[in-house]
């Protein structure tokens, strides 16, 4: 580097004007981001809940009316059921792997309690669904899903 470089260096400042407005930029565009996705987020109580294996849908309830809907015998089995919650234990083909589902009627929160999936159960370990915007339970070793079943007016959404 030459010495006419280097002075040029030793004199310039750490940041320019142009610098300091593209930092401020982007620190304005995370802040409202952020802001957007947590002050808009849908917070009303869970309407319902269904549970896929593989992309198709084997069970579904609906905290409005009480109704529920095993579409697959081979895959889902109710333990147990009272008038605070039920247990649904979700088998894969084969009946190799199983998840268990508990499902609370009064906090209108679905969780996964229990899984033989693999060391790091992340599905056991994901938050419950307790509304309309939870981020659905997810066991990738059994391609399992349980998420949020949300209804307007007219139904389904």
């Not at 952020?34 to 309407?47: C, E, N, P, Q």
Request: charged content about 20%.
């Amino acid at each position: 580097m030459s010495l006419k470089k280097i002075e040029q260096v030793k004199n310039s400042k750490w940041f320019s004007i142009w610098d300091m407005i593209a930092f401020g930029a982007v620190i304005l565009t995370s802040v409202a981001l952020i802001i957007a996705f947590t002050v808009g987020r849908d917070k009303s109580a869970l309407d319902g809940f269904y549970v896929s294996y593989k992309g198709v849908q084997v069970y579904s309830y609906d905290f409005r009316d009480g109704h529920s809907a095993v579409l697959s015998e081979d895959n889902i089995e109710v333990l147990s059921e009272n008038k605070d919650g039920l247990t649904l234990r979700f088998y894969t083909d084969g009946k190799k792997g199983y998840n268990d589902i508990s499902v609370d009627l009064n906090k209108r929160s679905v969780s996964v309690t229990e899984s033989n999936c693999s060391a790091h159960k992340d599905c056991v370990y994901t938050p419950a669904l307790t509304s309309n915007s939870s981020t659905p339970i997810i066991c990738t070793p059994h391609s399992l899903s349980v998420c949020p079943l949300t209804f307007d007016d007219d139904g389904i959404i």
